[in-house]
Nanobody, 122 residues
Framework: QVQLVESGGGLVQAGGSLRLSCAASGRTFSSYFMGWFRQAPGKERQFVAA?????YYADSVKGRFTISGDNAKNTLYLQMNSLKPEDTAVYYC??????????????????WGQGTQVTVSS
């Protein structure tokens, strides 16, 4: 099993940057398929980015967000630049213990963090 704890959210003006962190405990996080999702009020949870060697991004964040991992620290990151008001959401870190054919769907992910709020003001 793995436990995930996100941090780094906050309030930022449009055009600004934030870096989210996801600290993993338990099994070594490098053995998992890791992802970031977000959920805005009244909307479904949506894919943002994923990584296991190769990185994957939602079209809406491509070129602005960067997912990365530090195996030594067992920590996943999401660097978010050029933030827009529509990026406002709770951001969740997730781990998929066995790749089930999709990195962008919610269902295949076994473990989730508690989420961290990101608010972008216009």
């Amino acid at each position: 099993q793995v436990q995930l704890v996100e941090s780094g959210g906050g309030l930022v003006q449009a055009g600004g940057s934030l870096r989210l962190s996801c600290a993993a405990s338990g099994r070594t996080f490098s053995s998992y398929f890791m992802g970031w999702f977000r959920q805005a009020p009244g909307k479904e949870r949506q894919f943002v980015a994923a990584i296991r060697g190769i990185t994957y991004y939602a079209d809406s964040v491509k070129g602005r967000f960067t997912i990365s991992g530090d195996n030594a620290k067992n920590t996943l990151y999401l660097q978010m630049n050029s933030l827009k008001p529509e990026d406002t959401a709770v951001y969740y870190c997730a781990a998929q213990s066995l790749y089930r054919g999709s990195y962008s769907s919610v269902a295949p992910y076994d473990y989730w963090g508690q989420g961290t709020q990101v608010t972008v003001s216009s």
